[in-house]
């Protein structure tokens, strides 16, 4: 069938359920790992899992282990707290410990180092909680 023969209407149409089957399909992806700080669902870390050593971990601050997709911190000298590095508002992964907040670059949520609550939304829900053991110098999963 030729353009000209085609009901302009139709085309139209046609062509605005391409576009949008497009858009639907970029947006799916938003969440997936596309470098830009998000992660995609992969299983999380088994426990005996060593993230690194204590003093990765600064005092007052904190280390994600995005690969582990655990966020380390230290809120006091020698106290040490894990969470989740994936963000309970859209799956981010976390990127930065700043300022006593793990923070989100996808929409600005950040949550506090000593306990994983949220300091600043979009996120509604704190961080999930992770066991540590700290043994010679380590962080291991628990």
Known sequence: MRNEDMDPVVA??????????????GCST??????????????????G??????????VGGGK??????VVVTQPAAGTFAAFSAICTHQGCTVDAVAGGT????CHGSKFKIADGSV?????????EKKNV???????TLA
């Not at 700080?37 to 088994?46: E, F, I, M, V, W």
């Not at 899992?49 to 600064?58: C, N, S």
């Not at 300091?119 to 961080?127: F, I, K, S, T």
């Open 49 to 58: 899992t060593e993230l690194g050593a204590t003093g990765d971990v600064p």
């Open 102 to 105: 793990i923070n989100c670059p």
């Open 119 to 127: 300091a600043n939304g979009p996120a509604a829900q704190a961080l």
């Open 64 to 69: 994600v282990f995005a690969d582990k997709q």
């Open 12 to 25: 139209r149409r046609t062509a605005l359920a391409a576009v949008g089957a497009g858009l639907v399909a």
């Open 133 to 139: 053991t700290v043994a010679n110098g380590k962080i």
């Open 30 to 47: 938003y969440g997936g790992n596309s470098g830009s700080g998000t992660s995609a669902a992969a299983p999380p870390p088994a426990a």
